[in-house]
């Protein structure tokens, strides 16, 4: 079954730290996506990334990079130098699996960033 | 600008009573997801439906209905059947009905059962 693990509940950080937030998964698919999202305190879900199992470089956006490692099934999530606005709880997902039309969320981590 | 509207964004429900939640799309997608969302316990899937006039149950579907008429609307009905419904109800949307492409949200409704 199609499972997302993301064991820390709770990380709190002073401003300008590094923070990398963790993403374990379980698929009985061989190729799939993997996603994160990020709801900061007003509620919505915000898209940050989509990435195919195939393709396994680490990918950076700005402050954000990920680290996909298909051998370990982890997508691993870093924000570099962290803000104030980034304290919010992220969501790994994937689909869940099987042609299945729906996603699969991890828990969440809520991250707080302290000035 | 497309996206989806939740309405309303807090709304408190008698117990014994039923109440709907809206939510609208503009984006011309064809699937649309509900999911309850409760602290600790991630995002859980209630019902989808990926075209007008059909639906599937979630995981957690018992106490909830809904009903999918039009393209751009799936309003969930949260019945006296329900028995814990407080929580944060998040509504989504993907592109031609197929997950791959992720979801994109709603800003979310917050029942509280007074």
């Known amino acids: 079954a199609q499972k997302v693990t993301q064991a820390q509940t709770e990380i709190s950080v002073v401003e300008k730290e590094d923070v990398t937030l963790d993403c374990v998964y379980e698929?009985?698919?061989?190729?799939?996506?993997l996603f994160w999202y990020k709801q900061p305190p007003s509620g919505e879900l915000v898209f940050l990334i989509r990435r195919n199992s195939f393709d396994e470089q680490n990918e950076i956006s700005g402050r954000y990079s990920w680290n996909f490692q298909k051998s370990t099934s982890s997508f691993n999530f870093t924000i570099t130098a962290s803000q104030v606005v980034d304290s919010a709880v992220y969501f790994c997902a994937l689909p869940g699996g099987g042609g299945s039309e729906k996603l699969v969320f991890g828990k969440g981590t809520k991250l707080t960033v302290n000035p | 600008d497309g996206g989806i509207t939740q309405s309303p964004k807090y709304l408190f429900r008698k117990e014994g009573q039923n109440v709907t939640l809206s939510c609208e799309q503009n984006?011309?997608?064809?699937?649309m997801y509900w999911y309850r969302q409760d602290p600790g316990q991630g995002l859980r899937l209630i019902y989808y439906?990926?075209?007008?006039?059909?639906?599937q149950k979630g995981d957690i579907a018992e106490g909830y209905s809904v009903s999918r008429e039009k393209k751009e609307s799936f309003p969930l009905t949260v019945t006296s059947a329900q028995k814990n419904p407080t929580a944060f109800y998040l509504c989504a949307s993907s592109i031609a009905g197929t997950v791959n492409y992720g979801y994109t949200f709603g800003s979310g409704t917050r029942l509280t059962v007074v």
């Open positions: 984006l011309n997608h064809d699937a």
């Open positions: 698929t009985r698919d061989t190729t799939y996506y």
């Open positions: 439906s990926q075209i007008v006039n059909d639906f």
